[in-house]
């Protein structure tokens, strides 16, 4: 298999195909992931845009608000760490590019697409949490991590974006948003913030502190 490697934001070699334990820097994935906005940039109000670094500290409040086990929410700090490395795409365009590769190629090779990105950014996912000190993840701590996800994103599309004239996205008619709307918090404030969850909640601060 090729090696292709891209920068961090820090000018470290990360190997997008056979990611290493040794190449994960926390502080970095908190600086990146604050510095990428969800929804294409799409927003209520454009100055406030929703950085995914924004979107994980929701996910975190959501799920201690739907009474999520302690040993689960390392997880859910880390769902979306490897778009870090890899990027955040809006689930319409990957719709949309999935429906041109079908009538390209045919459902089958566009399925494969799906399977070869979802197994990437598996990979990332669980070399991060080896970073972190955790054990892989098994279906039910990925089952409340997607639940925590779908509400952070019922929330966010209610409080922060436009109110769209035809529904987008997956159906979530039967997730209510969360009451209180979430703190907005900037770039730099956001990247600061994730990062002191990571060392709350990640063994291997905890480990280090010890």
Known sequence: MSRIVSASPRGRAIDLLAPRVDQVDFPEISSALAGINRYAGCVAV?????????????????????????????????????????????CPWKRALHAELTARLGERLADEVDLAAHAIHHRHFEVICEAAGLAPPDERALEFVKAADDLALVTERFWFLPAADEAWGRSLAHVAPMKKRPRWLPA???????MERFRQLLPVFRKHAA
């Open 46 to 90: 454009v100055t406030q845009p929703v950085s995914v670094a924004l979107h994980t500290l929701i996910a975190l409040d959501a799920a201690r608000a739907i009474g999520q086990p302690v040993d689960v929410l390392p997880y859910v700090l880390l769902h979306d760490a490897p778009e870090a490395r890899l990027g955040d795409q809006i």
């Open 188 to 194: 730099d404030k956001a990247a600061d913030a994730l």
